[in-house]
């Protein structure tokens, strides 16, 4: 589904206009491509926040600036390092006949039945970097990992893409493993026997 995103020109560049503009609710951005110029804007975070949640971050939004009519993916987002609220944005103006290059997060669907048994699943990779038209990009890539057993390794080679995008990684790349159970530590009572003679020597033999 294509979302429509207000952006609107950003002409004055002094810190506090920006910083007082924030105040209001709205994200400094950038939009930028190979046929768009540079151009800052803001956006209005709650907008934003909307469309970013119905996209995942990975899809493709229509965007108005003025009276011209783009459409951007998100190319990059800042958050405030204690907040974590975004401080600002990155718009790539994209063509929809162009294939472009995109990270897109993984998800492991279901429960292992290796888990079940005992196993430990470990995920290695949690951004898969693919290349499509940005009407084929995906908001998220699900894997059923549900047939998975204890020593099983889940590569890239497993991901079905149906034709709809190329993966931009070697097929032997490891996603997720299922590990052997822990095993149990041995328990030690941590006691040990004080050196010395025994509390009794009864029955010794003695040199006279």
Do not use: C, W
């Not at 939004?61 to 990059?76: E, F, G, K, M, Y």
């Not at 095993?183 to 009794?200: D, F, L, M």
């Amino acid at each position: 589904m294509i979302s429509l995103l207000q952006l609107q020109l950003r002409t004055d560049h002094r810190r506090s206009y920006v910083k007082q503009m924030r105040k209001q609710g709205r994200i400094p951005a950038v939009v930028y491509g190979k046929k768009t110029n540079s151009q800052p804007v803001f956006v209005d975070a709650a907008e934003f926040s909307k469309q970013l949640r119905a996209t995942g971050g990975t899809g493709l939004l229509d965007a108005q600036v003025n009276d011209d009519h783009i459409r951007v993916i998100v190319r990059d987002m800042q958050k405030h390092p204690i907040r974590h609220d975004i401080i600002h944005i990155d718009f790539l103006a994209v063509d929809a006949k162009t294939k472009i290059d995109v990270s897109v997060p993984i998800h492991l669907v279901g429960e292992a039945a290796g888990v079940k048994d005992g196993g430990v699943l470990q995920q290695a990779m949690h951004q898969l970097s693919i290349r499509a038209l940005p009407t084929n990009i995906p908001s998220s890539i699900d894997i059923d990992i549900t047939n998975l057993q204890v020593g099983d390794v889940l590569t890239i080679s497993h991901i079905q893409t149906n034709g709809a995008y190329e993966v931009n990684h070697d097929p032997t790349e490891v996603i997720a493993s299922i590990l052997p159970p822990k095993q149990e530590e041995e328990i030690h009572s941590g006691e040990e026997q004080e050196p010395g003679k025994p509390e009794s020597e009864e029955g010794r033999e003695t040199t006279p």
